[in-house]
Every structure is written in C-alpha cells, then in structure tokens.
C-alpha cells in the first residue's frame, strides 16, 4: 500500500539556519512526488515536484529511491517560510493521491 | 478564472443532520478529489472522481456520497452528519490526474454538535 511518513510535527529553526523536512514514501511504482504549503489563512499550493527538479523559494527536494525519501531543503530559513508542509504521492496505478501528516515550521527571529 | 472554489465556507450542524458541501473548478480539470484535515492527521482522501460520471472511494468514504454529473463540479454529501465529521474540508483537481499538481480550494470548516 502506498504511505507517506512526515516524521516531524513540528520543526523550529532560526532565522538563517539550514532547514530540512522529511518525507518518506512507500510504494511499489516509480512515484510521483510533490510537497505542498499551507501559509496561514491561504488554501494548499504546491511548492515543487519532484519531476520538474527546480528550486522554489529557495526550497529544492531529491528523490532518493534507495532511501525511499523526498526530503525538502533550504540553505538558509526565512521568516516567511514560517507554514504547514505536507508531502505527497500521487499514484497512476490506483488513481490516489495521498498526503503526509504534515509537518509545521517556525522560523524564529 | 475563479480557479476552485468551495462553499459554504464555514457551516454548524447538528448530529444527525445531512448537507451538501458544494465544488466547483472552471479549469477544465478532468481530475476532482475531496480531502478532509484534522489535527495531526495530514489530507486524507474522502472521494475522487477522474471525469464525469465516474467515482470511486478514497481512505475515508464512509459517511459521505459524492456524484459527478459534470466536469465542473464535485459536490460532497453528508448524510447524516456526526461529531466525528467536525474538520477542514477541501476540494482539489488537477488536469491530468493524480501525476499533475493538485489546486485547492479554501477549504469548509464544519462543525457538528
């Protein structure tokens, strides 16, 4: 069955220092993978995907298929970035897309 | 282009009581999905539909119906609702389906007593 982990509820980082989000996956297919962010008031977008392997905002994400992981990066945190980051799975094979359970950051001044 | 949108946005209910949660996307979006979010417990897929017509369960159907008459609304029923239910409702679709970016609405706080 396919399963999302986002093993951190909450991560609080200073201002400027590297920020990393975990994203596990498992699933047997060749995943398509996405994180997502919910700033404050504002409704769910995406932040990037793993198939178009640009840098949004700063944040970038590698797919290690060995690790099953998709973790998301940035070098130096802002303020900003302060939201709720969900990864997800989309599977072709059954139609589903499936969320982590999210992980909060706080970027601290 | 209004993109997806959701009504009502806030909504009380008593236990036992039944409501329809309304979607609609003017995108041309062949791929819709209904999600609910609790504390703690991430989007968990309620309904998907991947056209008109067609419809199938996701990880938490029960209590809820959904149909598809058209490509351009996702309408989620609650048929009689209980405290369980209280949560953010969201609504997405995507052009290609679960392989594309996912647009969300703002979502539905429901609340049943």
């Known amino acids: 069955a396919q399963r999302v982990t986002q093993p951190e509820k909450l991560l609080s980082v200073f201002k400027g220092a590297p920020v990393e989000l975990k994203c596990n996956y498992s699933?047997?297919?060749?995943?398509?993978l996405f994180w997502y962010v919910q700033y404050s008031r504002q409704r769910l977008q995406l932040l990037l995907r793993?198939?178009s392997r640009e840098s949004i905002k700063g944040f970038t994400a590698d797919l290690n298929k060995g690790e099953t992981s998709f973790h998301l990066k940035k070098p130096f945190a802002q303020e900003e970035d302060s939201a709720m980051y969900y990864c997800?799975?989309?599977?072709?094979?059954?139609?589903?897309?499936?969320f982590g359970t999210g992980t909060r950051l706080k970027v601290l001044a | 282009n209004a993109g997806v949108t959701q009504t009502p946005k806030f909504q009380v209910l008593k236990t036992g009581q039944s409501m329809t949660l309304q979607c609609a996307q003017d995108?041309?979006?062949?791929?819709m999905s209904w999600y609910r979010q609790d504390p703690g417990m991430g989007l968990r897929l309620i309904h998907y539909?991947?056209?008109?017509?067609?419809?199938d369960q996701g990880e938490v159907p029960n209590g809820y119906n959904v149909s598809r008459s058209t490509t351009e609304d996702f309408p989620l029923r609650l048929l009689s609702a209980a405290p369980s239910q209280t949560s953010v409702y969201f609504c997405a679709s995507s052009l290609a389906g679960v392989t594309d970016t996912q647009y969300f609405g703002p979502g539905t706080r429901l609340t049943v007593l």
């Open positions: 699933y047997s297919g060749s995943p398509e």
């Open positions: 997800a799975l989309g599977s072709s094979g059954t139609y589903k897309y499936i």
């Open positions: 995108m041309n979006h062949e791929y």
């Open positions: 539909s991947v056209g008109a017509g067609i419809t």
């Open positions: 793993h198939i």
